[in-house]
């Protein structure tokens, strides 16, 4: 999974994370293998990126990240590819539904909607972990929810379909 890292600087840097066969976690930067371990402590999620530590949590506005590192606190905006096309998807007026996936290999933890639902833009419809850390995968689109194709405590593959979600207006 592609994410993007923007500094207070403006500097961008693409960041590839791969879940490799045996659960050990591949990480690259500018295209850059890179020694990187995690772990949390006490709400936050301490990184060692090479010889470097870093604190992180996420910010009030749940779309930045706080770190410290070096004795300096700052904060990095950080989005996943996916997020990326979905928002330039809904800029660009697309109808039609909306398909929750998984965005990297996980397991099913909880199901927070059911077949039937409406659910708002942004609400979060399913919970998966995936590398040790729980990610809400939230609709893009506010729809009514017609599949659930998951249960919890299931494996699932990238990019597996988890929830479908008709527009409201189109909903059967």
Sequence with gaps: MRYYVTLPDGDERPIDVVQRPGGRTEVRVD???VDVDAGAVEGA?????GDRVFDLWLEPDGHSYGFVGGGARTRALVESERSRIGEAASRSGGGGGCLVRAPMPGRIVKLLV???DAVEAGAP???VEAMKMENELCADKPGLVTAVHVAPGENVDSNATLVELAPLDEAP
């Design 31 to 33: 295209g850059e293998l």
């Design 45 to 49: 999620l301490n990184v060692r990126v």
């Design 114 to 116: 059911e077949e039937g």
């Design 125 to 127: 419809v399913v919970v």
